[in-house]
């Protein structure tokens, strides 16, 4: 038999109270610990919603530290070429709220800023985002409004770091998946083309 919880009360009554040192860690601008975070880390995960409720998690990575700090509480992320679909960006043009986690690797804890984005498509520093002479059309730039480090139990449990623990060759590769669950007319060897070493050289145009 299936149980729902339905209700705030019936969640908390089987969670129990929160710690107060987990209530109290949150902020609202930015610590020196915060920014030094920001510039070593190189990987983000940006969820957003959109007016009706559908959700969109999307991962961003560039070199360390591609998060641009703009003051205390307003930080940006800068677009890279992806596969156009915009689902987290059209996200936010309905729904500004979004929260993002930025991961260290080899780190356990992470770090979580959510806040309220916009998206801009020029501003003077975007000439401090070019990499490998891409500089983006469009960021996103978000007003903090809650930041705290979340503890290191779900990388402890999950052995995300250790590579003893790691089968990427669990599934066929990437070209392969590609064909057998997507509706592609594309053939098997243009997509291990697409996805070999010519797929390195379009990551920024």
Known sequence: ???????????????????????????????????????????????????????????????????????????????RPGNRRADGYRNILDNPHVGLIFLIPGRTDTLRINGRARLVRE????????????????AIEVAVEQIFYHCAKAFLRSELWQPETWQPEVLPPRPRLVKEVEN??????????????????????
């Open 184 to 205: 592609t007319p594309d053939s098997l060897a243009e997509l291990e083309r697409r996805y070999g070493p010519e797929y390195l050289n379009s990551l920024y145009g």
């Open 123 to 138: 501003a003077p520093w975007f000439d401090d985002m070019v990499v490998k002479g891409h500089r983006p059309i469009l």
């Open 1 to 79: 038999m299936t149980v729902e919880i339905t209700s705030p009360e019936e969640l908390r009554e089987l969670l129990g109270a929160p710690m107060p040192r987990a209530v109290a860690k949150e902020r609202v601008v930015l610590h020196e610990r915060d920014r030094q975070w920001l510039a070593a880390s190189p990987f983000c995960l940006v969820a957003t919603a959109g007016a009706d409720g559908s959700c969109d998690v999307s991962p961003k990575g560039d070199p360390a530290g591609f998060v641009k700090v703009l003051d205390e509480a307003t930080l940006a992320l800068p677009e």
